[in-house]
């Protein structure tokens, strides 16, 4: 089943009704804030309304949802948005979100596919821990700044490569999962990180 949602753009989501209604799903909407969702059962396929802001923490944790698309409007995805959602396998983030924060798609062990937008710049603590599934490479788009604790610890069994941008100011010593292997640009931070911790990743500097 696949189901398209949006909010009219003159509506005024500060005076939206708690809870309303978009076909069969039933939001909880606060301030432009999305802070959950019922009757997603088996949905297989959803788009998130337009003019959302914010996904709230844990609005879909754990639920049946396989694909999402994230529109233009949405700035900020909250603590652990998508947690534990153990069918969710693709990800689709329209050019506008800023920041990931902690956990937002931990746990999805099917997550295989996920596009990071030029105007993202900041991914959260163990954001994706625990994607298994996630593509053996994975390219970070020029724009992201900041890296925190544990944000790619994908698993015991860290293989992939990451190509970093030239943008990155900050790295957690411990954003990658142990034995990771980073693609850096010669003199960027990301290359004075690497150099810091050829003990724990492989590393490659490109021009």
Partial sequence: MQFSAAIPPDAN?????LPFKIGPFSFALKFSIITGISGIESVGTFTIPDNSKYIGSFAFANTDIKEIT???SVQHINNNAFSECDDLEIVNIQT???????GVFSSCYKLKQINFPTTLTDVGRNCFLGCYALPEEIYLTEGLTTIHEGAFDIGSNNTHTYFLPKSLKYIHPEAFGYMSKLVVHENSYAHRYALGMTDRYEVEVIP
């Fill in 13 to 17: 989501l500060e005076r939206v009704a």
């Fill in 70 to 72: 994230i529109p233009k």
């Fill in 96 to 102: 506008g979100l800023k920041t990931l924060h902690s």
